[in-house]
T-cell receptor
Framework: ETGVTQTPRHLVMGMTNKKSLKCEQH?????MYWYKQSAKKPLELMFVYSLEERVENNSVPSRFSPECPNSSHLFLHLHTLQPEDSALYLC??????????????FGSGTRLTVV | AQKITQTQPGMFVQEKEAVTLDCTYD???????LFWYKQPSSGEMIFLIY??????QNATEGRYSLNFQKARKSANLVISASQLGDSAMYFC??????????????FGGGTRVLVKP
């Protein structure tokens, strides 16, 4: 149990489907992140939420829609995806602002396959 | 230009031996943090060790130590007494401007380590 829980662990969806990825943390962290990890590519930061406000959106296509209803939950809504969107999607959380912040706590990821 | 560079895509290490994973970084910030994460085949990213840019001593956590050379902008990870369970991908990451909103991390491309019995 990592402290950050992602569901589902695996997801196969068609290009016309709509699905959502869920991330939950109860570590008292106040920032949450979505990363995309494709084969043979560095991790790509997709979205950053700081104190429940989206502070970064790294040119992610609109078919990915994040939602952060509170500091413990983060969603990634998916619709009309493409096969190249198949990847491991990692959620992370962290505390903000101090040098004693020991980086992120990651979830186990959702392995997404778009068919 | 890449901010975090890991030049070793993969390496083998004999069980019980030490291994050094290279990481160089590029930043103009004076205040930043450097991290190493381990990713086994299960996919989860596991935090290993942290080094702050103002820390004068190299960080150590059990069998992990970070060889921090600030002038060279390098932050190599040393794993001592390798174990079979150390086989995984290892990522170096940097957080710039630590007091900015979001505290985002930038990751290197990773190094795959395979420990041989």
């Amino acid at each position: 149990e990592t402290g950050v829980t992602q569901t589902p662990r695996h997801l196969v969806m068609g290009m016309t489907n709509k699905k959502s990825l869920k991330c939950e943390q109860h570590l008292g962290h106040n920032a949450m992140y979505w990363y995309k990890q494709s084969a043979k590519k560095p991790l790509e930061l997709m979205f950053v939420y700081s104190l429940e406000e989206r502070v970064e959106n790294n040119s992610v296509p609109s078919r990915f829609s994040p939602e952060c209803p509170n500091s413990s939950h983060l969603f990634l809504h998916l619709h009309t995806l493409q096969p190249e969107d198949s990847a491991l999607y990692l959620c992370a959380s962290s505390r903000l602002g101090t040098r004693d912040d020991y980086g992120y706590t990651f979830g186990s990821g959702t392995r997404l396959t778009v068919v | 230009a890449q901010k975090i560079t890991q030049t070793q895509p993969g390496m083998f290490v004999q069980e019980k031996e030490a291994v050094t994973l290279d990481c160089t970084y590029d930043t103009s910030d004076q205040s930043y943090g450097l991290f190493w994460y381990k990713q086994p085949s299960s996919g989860e990213m596991i935090f290993l060790i942290y080094q702050g840019s103002y820390d004068e001593q190299n960080a150590t956590e059990g069998r992990y130590s970070l060889n921090f050379q600030k002038a060279r902008k390098s932050a190599n990870l040393v794993i001592s007494a390798s174990q079979l369970g150390d086989s995984a991908m290892y990522f170096c990451a940097m957080r710039e401007n630590q007091r900015a909103a979001g505290n985002k991390l930038t990751f290197g491309g990773g190094t795959r380590v395979l420990v041989k019995p």
